[in-house]
């Protein structure tokens, strides 16, 4: 039986050589063929780093590129650098960027609503919360239009003026004003841990979903955000089928001890304390075959922006290979 690159060579063989017609002269083109191949295009045994293993598909954060430009020419970029989707924000000009995805053929992966932060579901006024609300329903009608599959929600933030338990009551209580519509839709809501002192651990995020009793809830999972105060890997395996969309985020521990908080998300990807063949293991266990969007910190000087784009997007065919 031919291999796969015999089957190749043979292809391009014969379709520059169609005098040759028996066995022995295919043969003999074949090896002389391999011969002249470099040994990593030979070897089956060592594939580039860059080969898809799973089916994780490759997204960027729309927010994360730096840069003021029309929306057709950052989904370029975008493209151009190998990313199959984009996550964008709600309130973006709803035909702007549908015709820049129709144009460029990105998929929009998820949208994330924008005003999750400044008026907060938890918050202790209720016009405030009400304004939370009418967002996270703006945010789930432009996903609809999109095509995208789910929305990206920050749900509370606790502080000294709202208490972890206020927080939770609060929050569940809005979303669940919506979770009908957002079903209706076909869309979800995917809550996602980030640094907002709410959720702190991987069995209470999980509980927090269940209790809605709805499918229309899920976890968009950031990955980076985790090793501040734990291991992805087990937040991966206690949320299983909870997660909807991942967040491909680095993380040094180093950098935010040498250099404050935040600047542990200056790092470059595989370089940072991420265990990513350990997440890659657990999200194997869990079936996970969904949205891995990249949310880069890192935007080293001196470097372009298709340039670094296309670094991430690398980084991103390495992680997912390991």
């Not at 022995?24 to 780093?49: D, G, Y």
Request: hydrophobic share 40%; glycine share 8%; aromatic share 10%.
């Amino acid at each position: 039986m031919l291999t796969f690159r015999a089957k190749r060579v043979y292809l391009a063989f014969m379709t520059t050589a169609k005098d040759v017609t028996t066995r022995r002269q295919f043969l003999k083109a074949s090896a002389l063929a391999a011969v002249a191949l470099p040994p990593l295009a030979r070897s089956q045994e060592t594939p580039p780093a860059t080969a898809r293993k799973r089916q994780i598909k490759k997204g960027m954060m729309y927010g994360s590129v730096p840069g003021s430009m029309p929306v057709l020419e950052k989904f370029k970029l975008i493209r151009q650098a190998g990313f199959e989707g984009v996550e964008v924000n709600s309130g973006m000009n709803q035909e702007e960027v549908l015709q820049a995805r129709d144009a460029t053929g990105l998929v929009i992966a998820s949208v994330v609503d924008t005003v999750h932060w400044q008026e907060s579901l938890a918050d202790p006024n209720p016009a405030v919360r009400q304004a939370g609300l009418e967002g996270l329903t703006a945010a789930l009608h432009d996903c609809k239009a999109y095509g995208a599959s789910s929305v990206l929600l920050v749900p509370a933030v606790v502080n000294q003026q709202v208490s972890y338990d206020e927080a939770y009551r609060r929050s569940a209580a809005e979303i669940r004003k919506v979770t009908g519509l957002a079903g209706q839709l076909g869309v979800k809501i995917a809550v996602e841990n980030v640094w907002n002192q709410f959720l702190l651990s991987p069995l209470e995020a999980a509980r927090y979903v269940d209790e809605f009793h709805s499918p229309a809830v899920a976890w968009h999972f950031d990955v980076g955000n985790v090793i501040n105060t734990g291991w992805p890997e087990q937040w991966i395996r206690i949320l299983g089928a909870r997660i909807h969309k991942l967040h491909i985020k680095e993380f040094s521990r180093k950098k935010r001890d040498q250099e404050g908080l935040w600047k542990g998300f200056e790092v470059e990807y595989l370089e940072g304390d991420n265990n990513w063949p350990a997440v890659m293991k657990a999200l194997d266990e869990t079936g996970y075959r969904g949205w891995g969007t990249a949310e880069p910190a890192y935007w080293p000087s001196g470097v372009d922006l298709p340039t670094r784009l296309g670094q991430v997007s690398r980084k991103l065919d390495e992680i997912f290979a390991l």
